[in-house]
């Protein structure tokens, strides 16, 4: 037997598997020493009560043989794909229906799952930073040298261009917006633009709107599919986790247009959605039915109401480091439509360098940019989602040091 070498083109940890081991290395030289977590973007308000009500009652329903469940439709139960279909999409005048809905246990499978779906010889658009799931999933996949970097720097608003005519034609792009780690929102025109790229290009959108929640600016595209064609050349990802607090229970869902038709290597013309579920009833027997179960009362009045109550609560948070930042001379970027915070090194300092700061000086752990790829070097990502108290103690040990 031989190993998929793949795996040995990329670095040894995953990005946030290695900043819990630094910070755990930290806590062990500094014993005493409190640590405020702003790195990985773990959610920390509770469940829901209407979550846990319906959980409860899933789990009872299991304990009856008259409500008994056993395996579940892999593609997901009816009750919350319709649920999906109808108020994430339909109440806001997009056309997607049940049938295009794909229930997983969370955003992060599908997207590193996705790939199962294009060829190893396909080339792939990364916007760099990016989440680094997207490249590393590609790697493994046999296409670390299909891999198509677009850069997003200051220089460019921390927004990807649209790959010049001299470029390779990319045949898969992920877009995420807002943005993980930059916080940054596309507007509609630039949304479209990429639209039309894939169009003309019978290219392929991964569309990540694990954060769409967070979007308040009503002139701001939450969905892949409020822009004209965009059936017809994208795939849309979303998650439970950011808004509900489900990063531990694991809940999400992949959109996959029944119009969205791609070509074999022979040129015939293959249903996408129909090959993505013939991937998860090979890969995947479902989400568990308690979870679904839970991620459907999120539907219900007062499953809106927590969930409208959760962004508000984690944006301030961000909105408040954004504020802080930039009283401290920084360059910040995020902190609206987003959760996360994007913001330029002190003093000249790698990404590391900044990390190991900030740690030592104040607590606060960060996201180092460069671990979202080369073209974040320099730059450090903070998260909304510690509590509001936390949020601000972290801001006045911010405030106690010299940054510029
Ligand atoms: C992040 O911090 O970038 C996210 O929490 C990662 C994830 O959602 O998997």
Partial sequence: MKVNSNFLKMPESYLFSEVAARIKAFREANPGKEVIRMDIGDVTLPLPSVVIEEMKQAAADLGESSTFIGYGPEQGHTFLREAIAATDYRSRGIDISETEIFISDGAKSDIGNVGDLFDVDNVIGLANPGYPVYFDANVIDGRKERVVILPCTQATDFKPQLPSEDMATIDVIYLCYPNNPTGV????????????????????????????????????????????????????????????????????????????????????????????????????????????????????????????????????????????????????????????????????????????????????????????????????????????????????????????
């Fill in 185 to 404: 929102v596309l507007t509609r025109e630039e949304l479209q633009a990429w639209v039309d790229y894939a169009k003309a290009h019978d290219a392929l959108i991964i569309f990540d709107s694990a954060y769409e929640a967070y979007i308040s600016d009503e002139n701001i595209p939450r969905s892949i599919y409020e822009i004209p064609g965009a059936r017809k050349v994208a795939i849309e990802v979303r998650s439970f986790s950011k808004t509900a607090g489900f990063t531990g229970v694991r809940c999400g869902y992949t959109v996959v247009p029944e119009d969205l038709k791609k070509t074999d290597t022979d040129g015939n013309e293959v249903s996408l959605n129909k090959l993505w579920r013939r991937r998860q009833s090979t890969k995947f027997n479902g989400a568990s039915y308690i979870v679904q179960r839970g991620a459907c009362a999120l539907y219900s009045p007062a499953g809106r109401k927590t969930i409208e109550e959760n962004v508000g609560y984690y944006m301030r948070n961000a909105c408040a480091l954004r504020d802080a930042l930039q009283a401290k001379g920084l360059i910040v970027y995020g902190g609206e439509n987003s959760p996360y915070v994007w913001f330029k090194a002190p003093k000249g300092m790698t990404s590391w360098e900044a990390f190991d700061f900030l740690l030592e000086e104040t607590g606060v752990s960060s996201t180092p940019g460069v671990g979202f790829g080369p073209e974040g070097e320099g730059w450090l990502r903070l998260t909304g989602f510690n509590s509001y108290e936390k949020t601000l103690y972290a801001i006045s040990k911010i405030n106690n040091i010299c940054l510029i």
